[in-house]
């Protein structure tokens, strides 16, 4: 059983999510955006143990732990998509335009692609390219408990902005409509900011998606 706590962080208040296996303990943070110590203390405090740090995508808001958390705790830094590489090398001019206090540098040990898996203890997501908001976001699924993490692909009521560079609003409906609304709408999806949803719900009333 994957087991998860969504843990806002940042001024965007963006959905970190704690997620582990029941049987081991093994833990994931799924974008650690910001509010390094709070963040080990859920995982402390809830006696698990890290064993990665899954990225959707690029953006400082939902990376911005992962340069001091990878190696303070020594665990790989998994994701997002490579084309997402210039906006992690840019990470320092993200902290301008955003207007973050600095953070460290980090490259991710493995870049993710359509069709490729992670596994958290014995439990496995599922990753799907869904680019638009940036060219290598991906999505995490988790099939059997019909569970997803969306980072800002998708959100109650609304979808990811496209004005960024590398952006693209058509590619982005295009990903939601054919990729990931597709694989059902019993999931419920944790977007990255916001209250949570189901591809069902937001295929009948996201007003982006008519
Ligand atoms: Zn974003």
């Given at each position: 059983?994957?087991?998860?706590?969504?843990?806002?962080?940042?001024?965007?208040?963006?959905?970190?999510?704690?997620?582990?296996?029941?049987?081991?303990?093994?833990?994931?943070?799924?974008?650690?955006?910001?509010?390094?110590?709070?963040?080990?203390?859920?995982?402390?405090?809830?006696?698990?143990?890290?064993?990665?740090?899954?990225?959707t995508?690029?953006?400082?808001?939902?990376?911005?732990?992962?340069?001091?958390?990878?190696?303070?705790?020594?665990?790989?830094?998994?994701g997002p998509g490579?084309?997402?590489?210039?906006?992690?090398?840019?990470?320092?001019?993200?902290?301008?335009?955003?207007?973050?206090?600095?953070?460290?540098?980090?490259?991710?040990?493995?870049?993710l692609?359509?069709?490729?898996?992670?596994?958290?203890?014995?439990?496995?997501?599922?990753v799907v390219h869904?680019?638009?908001?940036?060219?290598?976001h991906v999505v995490?699924?988790?099939?059997?408990?019909?569970?997803?993490?969306?980072?800002?692909?998708?959100?109650?009521?609304?979808?990811?902005?496209?004005?960024?560079?590398?952006?693209?609003?058509?590619?982005?409906?295009?990903?939601?409509?054919?990729?990931?609304?597709?694989?059902?709408?019993?999931?419920?999806?944790?977007?990255?900011?916001?209250?949570?949803?189901?591809?069902?719900?937001?295929?009948?009333?996201?007003?982006?998606?008519?």
């Amino acid at each position: 059983m994957l087991n998860r706590v969504t843990l806002p962080v940042t001024p965007f208040a963006q959905n970190c999510s704690l997620v582990w296996c029941s049987d081991t303990k093994q833990a994931a943070l799924i974008d650690p955006g910001g509010e390094t110590e709070r963040l080990l203390a859920a995982i402390a405090e809830r006696g698990l143990t890290l064993a990665s740090i899954l990225l959707t995508h690029g953006h400082l808001d939902h990376v911005g732990a992962t340069g001091e958390l990878s190696p303070q705790t020594g665990v790989p830094v998994i994701g997002p998509g490579v084309d997402d590489a210039f906006w992690i090398e840019g990470l320092a001019q993200q902290v301008q335009m955003f207007g973050f206090d600095p953070v460290p540098a980090f490259t991710p040990d493995r870049w993710l692609k359509q069709g490729d898996s992670v596994t958290v203890g014995n439990e496995t997501l599922d990753v799907v390219h869904c680019p638009g908001h940036t060219p290598g976001h991906v999505v995490f699924v988790h099939e059997a408990q019909r569970l997803a993490f969306v980072g800002d692909v998708l959100f109650n009521g609304g979808v990811g902005r496209s004005d960024f560079p590398r952006g693209d609003h058509a590619t982005l409906i295009d990903a939601i409509l054919n990729t990931l609304l597709p694989l059902g709408d019993d999931i419920t999806f944790v977007p990255g900011h916001g209250p949570e949803s189901t591809f069902g719900h937001e295929r009948l009333h996201n007003p982006y998606l008519r």
